[in-house]
């Protein structure tokens, strides 16, 4: 078994601020995913990392940046952030096309 | 292409009774199904994969039912409990890509 670990749990950010996630996990997975869940409007992937420094963009890349430290860790940044901005920010790993196994979230508002 | 279509949205039950879910997809080189569960608060926990190959799966109180010709997928809940009250996913992978296309969910209630 493995786990996923994010941190925070909890961001609270000022409008224009570079805010940072990051996650971390011990499957020994190639490939890392960034998602954001916002309610009503289910999953969408943000940034994608099939092996150490590699990115691929997702369908919402856009005010975000990524990177893939190494093949155990994958963070993600909010450019610049907007106000009134509440999402969960979910992580997650895979094994090649295999499932994808989610960590806990962060939990990000926007003041 | 790309889009899941998750039905129904909510979905209210009575402790004992079943409880489908539906996905229905249009891209035909669809080739691997999941379902993921999400209880108030937590991530999402795996709960079935299915492979194009398979067309009924069994798991402790479901059964994931995959009809390749109509490109639908079911969630079957045989006897609901208030365990079972969580947000459930469908998601399906393309070809060899990584990317994983969601649902929208189904938040189900069980009244017990």
């Known amino acids: 078994g493995g786990i996923i670990t994010q941190t925070p749990k909890f961001l609270i950010g000022q409008e224009g601020q570079k805010l940072t996630l990051k996650c971390q996990q011990n499957?020994?997975?190639?490939?890392m995913y960034w998602y954001r869940q916002d309610s009503g409007k289910g999953l969408r992937l943000i940034y994608y990392?099939?092996?150490?420094?590699?990115?691929q963009k997702g369908d919402l890349s856009e005010g975000y940046d990524a990177s893939r430290e190494k093949k155990s860790s994958f963070s993600l940044t909010v450019t610049s952030a907007q106000k009134n901005e509440m999402a969960v920010f979910l992580c997650a790993s895979s094994m090649g096309i295999a499932e994808q196994f989610f960590g806990p979230g962060t939990r990000l508002t926007v003041l | 292409g790309e889009q899941v279509e998750q039905r129904p949205p909510h979905l209210s039950v009575r402790e004992g009774d079943s409880a489908v879910i539906t996905c229905t997809y249009t891209d035909p080189n669809s080739y691997y199904f999941f379902w993921y569960k999400q209880e108030p608060g937590a991530s999402l926990q795996l709960l079935m994969k299915?492979?194009?190959?398979?067309e009924i799966n069994e798991g402790q109180g479901f059964t994931v039912l995959l009809n390749k010709k109509d490109k639908r997928l079911s969630l079957n809940l045989t006897a609901a409990h208030p365990g079972d009250s969580a947000a459930y996913f469908c998601a399906r992978i393309t070809g060899n890509t990584r990317k994983l296309i969601f649902g929208l969910g189904t938040t189900l209630q069980v009244q017990p």
């Open positions: 499957f020994n997975h190639d490939t």
């Open positions: 990392s099939i092996t150490e420094n590699d990115l």
């Open positions: 299915v492979f194009s190959s398979t």
